[in-house]
């Protein structure tokens, strides 16, 4: 089972991102899997920043993200997506995706993409 997370960069202050995460494996069911996003800033713990329920009904950010990314998924395509807006210095972090949620573990994780916003 692999995680493909692309579509990082760099971006200047206010402007947007949007990542992919790529699910791929024969024993993996992306469609039937909970998604989430997590981030490690500079000096910094991983944090969670998304989370999208296996069937896309139920969505949960962090405090510092609400109102400003959106995460969604294409189940038929097998893709996780984290849309970033009004994009902060403070955003600047690795991004990983994550699946298969069981309990406040994650299975399966991405290797990460680094996303830099310049002030």
């Known amino acids: 089972v692999q995680l493909q997370a692309s579509g990082g960069g760099l971006v200047q202050a206010g402007g947007s991102l949007r990542l992919s995460c790529v699910a791929a494996?024969?024993?993996?069911?992306?469609?039937?899997?909970?998604m989430g996003w997590f981030r490690q800033g500079p000096g910094k713990e991983r944090e969670f920043v998304a989370f999208?329920?296996?069937?896309?009904?139920?969505?949960f950010y962090a405090d510092s993200v609400k109102g400003r990314f959106t995460i969604s998924r294409d189940i038929v395509k097998n893709i996780g997506y984290l849309q970033m807006r009004s994009l902060k210095s403070e955003d600047t972090a690795v991004y990983y995706c994550?699946?298969?949620?069981?309990?406040?573990?994650?299975?399966?994780w991405g290797q990460g993409t680094q996303v830099t916003v310049s002030s």
């Open positions: 999208i329920s296996w069937n896309g009904i139920s969505t």
């Open positions: 494996g024969r024993t993996f069911t992306f469609g039937q899997s909970d």
């Open positions: 994550a699946a298969d949620r069981r309990g406040d573990t994650w299975t399966y």
